[in-house]
Structure formats: C-alpha cells, structure tokens
C-alpha cells in the first residue's frame, strides 16, 4: 500500500461518538468479563502528536502498555503507523476508533475492549482490502478475543451496515483511472501484457451511498482474452472485483450512470486486478483499431503470455 501524509490522517477527528461511550461507562454498574480492572504497571499517558493513527482522535490521554501489549511509546507509535495505508483507504468508518481502542486505551480506571461485533464489522470491509496487498487479518485481532455486545465494550458507532451490507464505503485495491487511449500501438502492448481483457458495460445501482455500488451487464460481456481464467468465469470474477474495488470503478464511472469499458488485468489468487480501463467511445478511434487488430495480433514472445 502506498504512504500516506500522517498529517492528513491525524487531522480526521473522532469525537462524536466519544460523549455517548463515556455516558454507557458512567452508567455501568460493573465490568464485563473482558472489562477488566488495570495492572498496576498500567498507567496513563498523553497520545504524542507523532501518533498519527489516534492523536486527535476525541481523547487526549491512553492506557500503556495498551491492549495490543506494546509496553512503550516508541513500540506503539511504530506498530500503529503500519495501519495509517488502511485508514486512508476508507475501507470502514469506524476503523479508526477500533484501532486506536487497542493501540491507544482510553484512560479510565478499567480497560475497555472493543465489542467482538465492531471487529466483525470492520474485518468484513477491511481485511478484503488488505488481501489486494498480501495481508492476512492478523491473529492478534482474532474477532472471538472480544467481549460481545451484552458485556461492557465499545461499539460500533456507524449503523448503515445494519440496513445493508453492500452500502458500507469500500475501498479500492489500486488507485486506477481512466486511460487516455494513445496510440493502437501502445494498447496492444498493454493488452499484451495483461492476463486478461474484456469489453464490458457496469451500471451504477445508486448514488445514495458514500461509494456507489456497481452491477456488471452479464449481457454485455465480450472477452477479449481469458489467459489462465475460464470465459465463464470471467463474469463472476469481474463482479467480484466491482465489490471489492468499489473506489476503482466509481474513478473509471466518471459520474456517469452506465458506460462500456475495455478493461485488461491480472490474475492474482482467486480474485482479479484491473491495471488498464478505457471508455469505449467513437472518439476513441485507437481503442476500436486497437480491438480490431488484436483478433490477428502476435504478442511478443518475451511477454511470456498466451492469448
């Protein structure tokens, strides 16, 4: 995943939902079973500005060692900034509290946990996403680790995945966009150089949401090359890839409401990467010569690739 400003991270702010967890601990008459009362060796701390994953977050001091038992600042700091590329990926709205409700613990006189159902929550949108770049959900956010929703925890704050699983804002596995078609020449080399391509049409099913959701047209599916993929398969992976990647087609949409699209990637494990897509429009002479030639076009033996 690509860096990210932490300036621009640590400048979104979480305090909202702050005034409503500390009302539910006042009013708690006891602990749950993973509210437990502190170590001694626990104590409290200012969150450093330099702790970009929770500064500003809504509160100003936390727990150390935290939850995650990282037992000094400097260990914290170092940990939680692997996070910030997921955090600006958007892949959830309530990632961050997560997050920083076991890198940074408030600091009260018991230890809070996150509530096992905001963890699903979060890894159902976020772990989709850190699989594009390799990386499992790690075990040390094993979701059963957490207190359920009855017991004293924090709960997710964002209520829109309850109505629908699809409206939660999804994030994109790359940062695509829409090419200029350049030259024939330079398409064939592309699509040369890709596992697969495809002339597709996505709708968009609303535009009511954060992020769009997009349904591919199984009637409007024209491979061009399948590579290591079966054509009847092709559709299926492709709709996987408009779930997933939801950022990466609202970037090619445009705004538009319907479009038809040359697309061309990769096969990676079970799912698909989209590196090329270009709007199939009259203008685009070089993209329609481009898909005329390619019935008859050799690719170079070094790219190493089948048509």
Not at 6 to 35: D, H, I, M, Q, Y
Not at 174 to 191: F, G, H, M, N, V
Request: aromatic share 6%; net charge positive.
């Amino acid at each position: 995943m690509r860096a990210v400003s932490t300036e621009k991270v640590s400048r979104r702010r979480g305090a909202p939902w702050l005034p409503g967890l500390l009302l539910r601990l006042l009013l708690w008459g006891c602990p749950g079973g993973r509210a437990s009362y502190l170590r001694r060796s626990s104590s409290c701390t200012a969150i450093p500005r330099s702790m970009a994953l929770c500064y500003d977050i809504g509160y100003s001091e936390m727990r150390i060692p935290n939850l995650l038992e990282h037992e000094t600042m400097p260990e914290v700091i170092q940990q939680s900034s692997s996070w910030l590329p997921l955090l600006a990926r958007e892949c959830h709205p309530d990632a961050r509290i997560f997050l920083c409700s076991l890198f940074a613990p408030i600091c009260l006189d018991r230890l809070i946990y996150p509530c096992r159902s905001l963890c699903e929550a979060v890894k159902r949108s976020c772990a989709p996403v850190m699989a594009c770049y390799g990386y499992p959900w790690p075990e040390i956010l094993n979701c059963n680790k957490f207190p359920a929703d009855h017991e004293l925890c924090i709960a997710a704050v964002s209520t829109d995945e309850s109505s629908s699983s699809r409206r939660m804002p999804r994030a994109s596995c790359k940062d695509c966009e829409l090419e200029e078609a350049s030259t024939a020449r330079e398409i064939l080399d592309s699509l040369c150089a890709n596992d697969f391509t495809v002339k597709i049409r996505i709708l968009r099913k609303n535009t009511t949401t954060t992020v769009s959701d997009f349904d591919l047209d199984p009637s409007k599916v024209e491979v061009l090359k399948h590579g290591p993929l079966l054509r009847t398969e092709i559709p299926g992976r492709l709709q996987q890839w408009l779930d997933i990647d939801a950022t990466c087609a609202h970037n090619i949409m445009r705004g538009t409401h319907a479009g038809v699209f040359v697309i061309s990637g990769e096969v990676q494990s079970d799912k698909v990467v989209v590196n090329k897509a270009y709007a199939w429009q009259k203008k685009n002479r070089n993209l329609h010569q481009a898909v005329r030639r390619w019935k008859h076009h050799r690719c170079p033996e070094q790219a190493g690739r089948k048509v």
